[in-house]
């Protein structure tokens, strides 16, 4: 099966720390996602997956009557946005679950596990 | 149907529908295939008589019906390999089942995977482990047929589009899952403990159901001593189900009911499973309740029951069980400690037993009106005639 791991946390938790404090936080994480990329790539050799930029510089975008309406993110006013998926072949949903829970952001944020539809 | 038709189906049914899923790798088709096999057999075992081995022929005939249906399927991916594998299932209407693996257990585990809703668990559960019809399940759980049809529907459209995979989990993952089959078992059993009298008897024999799966799940993990400990539970507490309602439809408690009325031979056999479950040495919350059930039914002193609600409280120190506790300390005669067990349970706000028992905790210690304040507390929180009854009969005995 083919499953999207939807990265969620609360962007603003970002906000105004300094350069030298965010490298430390990256830091700190660092051994787990060593772990997580390990695991994944034993699990589907071919994973991807991307970080995407902060939700807070999103466009988004609705035609509405036929007129493109241009309105600044993020999508929803939650308190955690998609910060990044993951794009992973595995073979069954607890698989799926156990991979998800090894992604750092499932400690501070969440993750969601989509199976994608195969036609 | 005639009974004796009906139990073999129900018997033979999750052994049909694990084998063809095993192979067919989709629960929607095997239970197609199993339905229509079911079908045929309705038609002519009455006629020819019932075939030597039942399950065989369900088998053969599922497995043929299978091949011929997809046979007919112009758009369908997995078309040869599907046909294949169908080849490999013996055709044999006499063969020897028990040289296929047996399925049973990766069925149930799947039904109970915690990625479904509680109540499509339930509902998947009975339907293709205890081999119950759509319209039985609806009717045991008092909701329109349509409805629950379109909970199963949906509940195996999860299955399929999230990849839950139709297995037994591997040895890390059963200490988590064990308890979620153990659990939905146990929701069975409750559903038809809570039927009263005057519902239908498909409801009450819920009870029944869930026993008969315990007792499964027994056969299938015989060195899992929490499925042994369920069981000894469930056989204890059906046992004492004539006893718990009077004639009045009054709620009896434990210390009140006449033991006549007690299931002797349903007790013997709880004693009996809860002994093999203790003999495994691993001890777990559903042997520990079937101990506490075991105590009662024996007539065990009121401070071993009270020692074993706080091993209880050990491994599971949930409100409920922390209140159980606190009422057994009571009873063992320390009515204050008790009484200082309840006033710190946190987290069963509108739980109408918590003031129940703190008034009738206040009772003995003839703190009247506080006991009377108590009752009208738990008066507030319970639309439940018998319940209302007598903890009104009580308030009058404080004098409120």
Same mark, same amino acid.
């Given at each position: 099966m083919k499953y999207a791991l939807l990265v969620y946390s609360d962007q603003s938790d970002w906000d105004g720390i300094s350069v030298e404090e965010a490298a430390e936080r990256r830091a700190e994480s660092m051994p787990r996602w060593i772990t997580l990329f390990e695991e994944m790539g034993k699990a589907d050799p071919d994973a991807g997956g991307r970080e995407l930029v902060a939700a807070a510089e999103a466009k988004?975008?609705?035609?509405?009557?036929?007129?493109?309406?241009?309105?600044?993110?993020?999508?929803?006013?939650?308190?955690?946005?998609?910060?990044?998926?993951?794009?992973?072949?595995?073979?069954?949903?607890?698989?799926?679950?156990?991979?998800?829970?090894l992604v750092p952001a499932a400690e501070y944020g969440s993750m969601e596990v989509r199976p994608i539809v195969e036609r | 149907m005639t009974p004796s038709l009906e139990a073999t189906f129900r018997a033979e049914w999750p052994r049909a529908v694990g084998i063809l899923t095993r192979v067919l790798g989709d629960l929607s088709l095997a239970e197609d295939a199993v339905q229509d096999a079911f079908a045929t057999a309705l038609e002519r075992w009455p006629r020819d008589g019932v075939p030597r081995s039942p399950g065989a022929w369900i088998v053969a005939t599922a497995r043929n019906g299978a091949i011929d249906r997809i046979r007919r399927e112009k758009t369908f991916a997995r078309?040869?390999?599907?046909?294949?594998?169908?080849?490999?299932?013996?055709?044999?209407?006499?063969?020897?089942?028990?040289?296929?693996?047996?399925?049973?257990?990766?069925l149930l585990f799947t039904c109970c995977h915690p990625a479904l809703a509680v109540e #499509?668990?339930?509902?998947?559960? %009975?339907?293709? +482990?205890?081999?119950?019809?759509? /319209? $039985?399940?609806?009717?045991?759980?008092?909701?329109?047929?349509?409805?629950?049809?379109?909970?199963?529907?949906?509940?195996?459209?999860?299955?399929r589009e999230t990849g839950i995979p139709f297995r037994v989990p591997p040895d890390h993952l059963l200490p988590d899952r064990v308890p979620d089959v153990l659990r939905v078992l146990y929701l069975v059993f409750n559903e038809g403990y809570a039927a009263t009298a005057g519902e239908s008897l498909v409801r009450r024999d819920l009870?029944?159901? #869930?026993?008969?799966?315990?007792? %499964?799940?027994? +056969?299938?993990?015989?060195?899992? /001593? $929490?499925?042994?400990?369920?069981?000894?539970?469930?056989?204890?507490?059906?046992?004492?189900?004539?006893?718990?309602?009077?004639?009045?439809?009054e709620l009896v408690l434990l210390g009140d009911q006449d033991r006549r009325l007690w299931d002797g031979a349903s007790i013997d056999e709880g004693l009996r499973v809860l002994r093999r479950a203790e003999s495994l040495r691993r001890p777990g919350p559903?042997?520990?309740?079937?101990?506490?059930?075991?105590?009662?039914?024996?007539? #065990?002193?009121p401070h071993v029951i009270a020692a074993t609600y706080a091993a209880l409280e050990q491994i599971d120190p949930s409100p409920i069980v922390?209140?159980?506790?606190?009422?057994?300390?009571?009873?063992?005669?320390?009515?204050?400690?008790?009484?200082?067990l309840i006033e710190g349970i946190e987290g069963l706000d509108g739980y109408s037993y918590l003031?129940?028992?703190?008034?009738?905790?206040?009772r003995r210690l003839e703190r009247h009106s506080e006991a009377a304040a108590s009752y009208r507390e738990a008066l507030a929180l319970t639309d439940n005639a018998p319940e209302r009854r007598f903890l009104e009969r009580r308030l009058r005995d404080v004098g409120g």
């Open positions: 988004v975008v609705r035609v509405v009557d036929g007129e493109t309406i241009i309105t600044d993110g993020p999508f929803a006013e939650t308190k955690e946005q998609i910060g990044g998926l993951f794009l992973t072949t595995l073979p069954d949903l607890d698989e799926a679950i156990r991979i998800a829970s | 078309k040869a390999e599907l046909l294949a594998r169908l080849e490999d299932v013996p055709a044999d209407e006499h063969a020897d089942l028990s040289s296929i693996p047996d399925e049973r257990l990766a #499509a668990r339930i509902a998947l559960t %009975l339907r293709e +482990v205890a081999g119950l019809q759509t /319209p $039985e399940i609806a009717r045991a759980f008092l909701v329109t047929e349509p409805a629950l049809a379109q909970r199963l529907v949906r509940a195996k459209r999860r299955l009870c029944a159901e #869930a026993i008969r799966l315990a007792k %499964l799940l027994c +056969v299938l993990m015989p060195d899992e /001593p $929490e499925a042994f400990g369920l069981l000894a539970l469930l056989l204890l507490q059906d046992a004492r189900r004539e006893a718990r309602v009077g004639d009045d439809g559903y042997q520990l309740q079937a101990a506490i059930a075991a105590g009662h039914a024996e007539g #065990a002193a922390r209140l159980n506790r606190a009422v057994a300390v009571a009873l063992a005669g320390d009515v204050e400690e008790g009484l200082a003031p129940a028992a703190r008034a009738d905790l206040l």
